[in-house]
Structure formats: structure tokens, C-alpha cells
């Protein structure tokens, strides 16, 4: 029968990527119509665009992949233990994308052939400033997505300067017994015993225990 839907998965799937996906890429869409005016030139346009797009998803890093994907969730897996709908970097590469196709929409509007052959010039500017500001949005995801592997990097270092100095090097653990309680989303209870083998070094009766993002 396979495994249950996850419900805040689901419902972060359908209303944060699903839907403002719709919505950008039909402002796209309707752009390319106002600007080529050819429904085969339309359809070839669209579909460069996304082979474009499914190419720099394969060639950008993992961190930089929201900044350059129509969609947030580019490699989280549903969690019953861990149940989160979104965080501040997924609402804001959803709230930079919605934002763009808002800007998109004015943009075809303003291209949009009129009957007098006119040019609404203060549209055309309305949605490029919105268009330019969700792009400085993806911008800030990028750039937190490289500050986040900086601090990983910073971890790395702490930890292998730790294992490093003698005062401070693990202990050699015989073995770990104890009980984990998981309540979903609430609470992570975490009782263990550690049994070390001791050696000439004398390590304090507890041991610290870090846990790195």
C-alpha cells in the first residue's frame, strides 16, 4: 500500500510551490505572447525557457538551486519526526517568485498591442522595478544559501581543531544504550549512556555532545 501522505508536506507542496509555479510560469507565457505574438514562436520560447531552467538546476550547486528553480522544496524529503511547512528561506524564494510574476503580468500588460498603437510606459516601468526587486530577493537566497555551507565549513574547522588538541580528543566508546522518545513536531527526548574504554588520558565524567546543523 506504500507509506501515508505526510498532510504538511502535501499542503506545503500544493500552496507554496504548486501554485506560485502555475503562476510564473503562465505570466511568462503570457508575456511571450504579448512580445512575439505567434502561437509557434510562444510555444518554442516557453520551451527553451524550461530547458533552460532544468539546465542550470544540473549545473548550480545544491544551496544555489532555490535561486534558480521555479520551486523551493528542490531536495527535502517529507518528515513525520521533523514536520516543518516552511521556513524564512523557503517563504522568501516563494514570496521573490511570486513577486516576479506579478512583475511579469505588468510587464505583458504593458506590451500588450493596444487598438491605438500606444505604449504604456509607466506599466512597462511598474513592472520592472517589481521584476528587479524580486530578483534582488533571489539574490538574498543565494546568498544566505552560501553563507549557510561557510558556517558548515566553519564547523568542520572547530570540530577537527577539537579532535586535534589532546585535552580535548574523543573518547573511544564501547558502546551507546538508551531510549529516544519522538513526538512529531513537538518533542525529541533524547536518553543515552555512553561506555568508554579509558585510557592514560583523563576525560571528565560527562561528555559533551554537539550537535552541528
Known amino acids: 500500500m506504500g507509506d501515508p501522505i505526510e498532510p504538511v508536506s502535501l499542503a506545503s507542496f500544493v500552496l507554496l510551490d504548486l501554485l506560485v509555479a502555475i503562476f510564473v510560469w503562465c505570466a511568462t507565457v503570457l508575456l511571450l505572447s504579448s512580445v512575439l505574438r505567434n502561437r509557434l514562436a510562444v510555444l518554442i520560447g516557453a520551451a527553451v525557457l524550461s530547458a533552460l531552467q532544468v539546465w542550470a538546476m544540473t549545473m548550480v550547486p545544491a544551496y544555489l538551486l532555490p535561486a534558480v528553480s521555479v520551486i523551493a522544496n528542490t531536495g527535502t524529503w517529507a518528515s513525520d519526526i521533523i514536520v516543518k511547512f516552511a521556513d524564512f528561506d523557503r517563504v522568501l524564494q516563494r514570496g521573490s517568485v511570486l513577486v516576479l510574476g506579478v512583475g511579469v503580468c505588468i510587464l505583458a500588460a504593458a506590451v ?101 546543523p
Not at 169 to 184: A, E, F, L, Q
Open 112 to 212: 500588450h498591442p493596444r487598438a491605438d498603437g500606444g505604449f504604456r510606459r509607466r506599466q512597462a516601468i511598474l513592472g520592472s522595478v517589481v521584476a528587479l526587486v524580486a530578483v534582488m530577493g533571489l539574490v538574498t537566497v543565494a546568498v544566505r544559501g552560501i553563507g549557510m555551507v561557510e558556517k558548515r565549513d566553519e564547523w568542520l574547522a572547530a570540530h577537527r581543531m577539537a579532535a586535534a588538541t589532546e585535552e580535548t580528543s574523543r573518547p573511544d566508546i564501547d558502546r551507546i544504550t538508551g531510549t529516544v522518545k519522538i513526538d512529531p513536531g513537538r518533542l525529541l527526548e533524547v536518553d543515552v549512556d555512553l561506555s568508554r574504554v579509558w585510557q592514560a588520558i583523563c576525560f571528565p565524567r560527562r561528555a559533551p555532545m554537539v550537535l552541528a
